[in-house]
């Protein structure tokens, strides 16, 4: 029994937190200007009706987990030869595989999964990029996505104000002034940790965003300005809320047959190897031992000579020069650049995408990304996937059919339960080793 009992305590916080959202109703009488309390029991039982879908794949994952235990299939899985032969493959020749696999892809896909996949593979270089602080150096960043609106916005204002900027031109200057910005930031940010640098990045995120739209010109306004700051206010002119339209040379156009969709994934794609093989490189070398030695024990590591404030340096001015990179892209991609790019919620996204994959591990990294991006955009489309298909008709129950159209609805609800399951039963994350679970559990 005391082993149940924190879980039935939560539960019953849980149903009494939710109890006046699910089974109770507001009744407004206008005749008497009241409001009433009513009680609403199909409010509820419709609310669970349409989570039903998440109870049976639920349902499914923990009967298959047993199984597990019962029959051992992991044990015997990683004890097979041939298995572990092909993990040593993968592990030193996996982007000969997978480049052509993902290069040829450009080819047979259509528009709209182009799009959707190259979305993909920014947050995943932007997961790689913030791997790299929090996972690696143990540094907590909550304004990530300021780098990345950086980047996305250095890009726009230099073709606004240069006759020819390609983004082929942009993306090395991004990235070497994304990295001269994290720097910067990182400078007066190496006395602080914790939640105090957490706040401190997540400052400068919102100072960034706010910049961007109040930097704007407005023709009807008279306040008498100083030659500086009208000449100021003349090139950071951002439109405000409205955003910057890219010039059409500045974005991925035609090549070699190619239209701009094919063009935008095959540079992502690139890109996001390159990115890939030089943070592995980085952190085999003794960089990255240099961070995981910060991570675990700061005090320690300058005690054994490790030069801590070069260290954290690096890893700053490297994630931000990830994350301005990334930003370029995206303006190259979409021709539209706007402040809500670097909003507080971006942030959360990407950490979200770190945690869930694992802290310190960059394949971790790409797969957070790649699962918190895909689900629920995939949840808006399976009720027409369902509906046009003939077999998925016969086998989904229609009252999981009926469900389907409301379970993007609850995306953001399933995802805070997702990553609450996560922190208790895998807190090292989807590929986190049992080396970082220890770390985490016993600090």
């Known amino acids: 029994m005391a082993r149940w009992r924190p879980y039935l305590l939560g539960t019953l916080g849980l149903a009494a937190i939710t109890f006046?959202?699910?089974?109770?109703?507001?009744?407004?009488?206008?005749?008497?200007?009241?409001?009433?309390?009513?009680?609403?029991?199909?409010?509820?039982?419709?609310?669970?009706?349409?989570?039903?879908?998440?109870?049976?794949?639920?349902?499914?994952?923990?009967?298959?987990?047993?199984?597990?235990?019962?029959?051992g299939w992991d044990k015997v899985l990683t004890q097979n030869r041939a298995w572990q032969q092909a993990g040593h493959t993968w592990t030193h020749y996996w982007a000969w595989g997978t480049m052509p696999l993902v290069l040829s892809g450009s080819l047979?896909?259509?528009?709209?999964?182009?799009?959707?996949?190259?979305?993909?593979?920014?947050?995943?270089?932007?997961?790689?990029?913030?791997?790299?602080?929090?996972?690696?150096?143990?540094l907590l960043v909550l304004g990530y996505a300021g780098f990345y609106g950086f980047g996305a916005y250095f890009f726009a204002l230099a073709q606004q104000n240069l006759p020819y900027f390609p983004w082929w031109m942009a993306c090395p200057l991004a990235f070497a002034l994304g990295g001269g910005a994290g720097y910067l930031l990182g400078l007066p940010c190496l006395r602080l940790r914790g939640d105090y640098l957490a706040i401190v990045t997540l400052g400068f995120a919102e100072a960034?965003?706010?910049?961007?739209?109040?930097?704007?010109?407005?023709?009807?306004?008279?306040?008498?300005?100083?030659?500086?700051v009208r000449e100021l206010i003349q090139i950071f002119n951002t439109s405000g809320d409205k955003g910057i339209i890219l010039n059409d040379s500045s974005t991925f156009g035609k090549v070699a047959g190619l239209n701009s969709g094919q063009v935008a994934y095959i540079v992502m794609?690139?890109?996001?190897?390159?990115?890939?093989?030089?943070?592995?490189?980085?952190?085999?070398?003794?960089?990255?031992?240099?961070?995981?030695?910060?991570?675990?024990?700061?005090?320690?590591?300058?005690?054994?000579?490790?030069?801590?404030?070069?260290?954290?340096?690096?890893?700053?001015?490297?994630?931000?020069?990830?994350?301005?990179?990334?930003?370029?892209?995206?303006?190259?991609?979409?021709?539209?650049?706007?402040?809500?790019?670097?909003?507080?919620?971006?942030?959360?996204?990407?950490?979200?995408?770190?945690?869930?994959?694992?802290?310190?591990?960059?394949?971790?990294?790409?797969?957070?990304?790649a699962l918190?991006?895909?689900?629920?955009?995939?949840?808006?489309?399976?009720?027409?996937?369902?509906q046009d298909n003939a077999l998925l008709r016969t086998i989904v129950p229609s009252f999981m059919r009926d469900s389907f159209q409301h379970l993007a609805d609850y995306r953001l609800l399933l995802f805070g339960a997702v990553m609450v399951l996560m922190m208790l039963y895998r807190p090292q994350g989807?590929?986190?080793?049992?080396?970082?679970?220890?770390?985490?559990?016993h600090p």
């Open 108 to 138: 047979f896909l259509g528009a709209s999964s182009l799009s959707l996949l190259t979305n993909v593979g920014i947050y995943m270089l932007l997961a790689l990029g913030l791997n790299i602080t929090v996972g690696m150096t143990g």
């Open 269 to 369: 794609a690139l890109v996001l190897f390159l990115a890939v093989f030089l943070v592995q490189r980085l952190f085999h070398s003794p960089v990255g031992r240099a961070w995981i030695a910060i991570r675990e024990n700061e005090v320690a590591a300058a005690s054994v000579g490790v030069p801590v404030v070069q260290m954290k340096l690096l890893a700053f001015s490297l994630s931000a020069a990830i994350a301005a990179v990334a930003g370029v892209i995206y303006g190259a991609k979409d021709g539209f650049i706007s402040p809500s790019i670097c909003e507080f919620q971006q942030s959360i996204m990407i950490l979200a995408m770190v945690i869930l994959g694992g802290l310190g591990n960059s394949y971790g990294a790409l797969l957070g990304a």
């Open 20 to 71: 006046p959202f699910l089974w109770l109703k507001l009744a407004p009488d206008f005749n008497n200007n009241t409001v009433t309390i009513a009680w609403a029991p199909w409010h509820g039982l419709e609310f669970f009706g349409d989570l039903s879908p998440v109870f049976v794949i639920t349902f499914l994952i923990w009967l298959g987990v047993q199984a597990n235990r019962h029959f």
């Open 372 to 386: 918190l991006y895909l689900v629920p955009e995939y949840l808006k489309f399976l009720p027409l996937m369902i």
């Open 430 to 441: 989807l590929l986190g080793s049992r080396r970082r679970k220890t770390e985490m559990l």
């Open 208 to 228: 960034f965003r706010e910049l961007m739209r109040n930097l704007s010109v407005d023709e009807t306004d008279t306040t008498p300005h100083g030659p500086f």
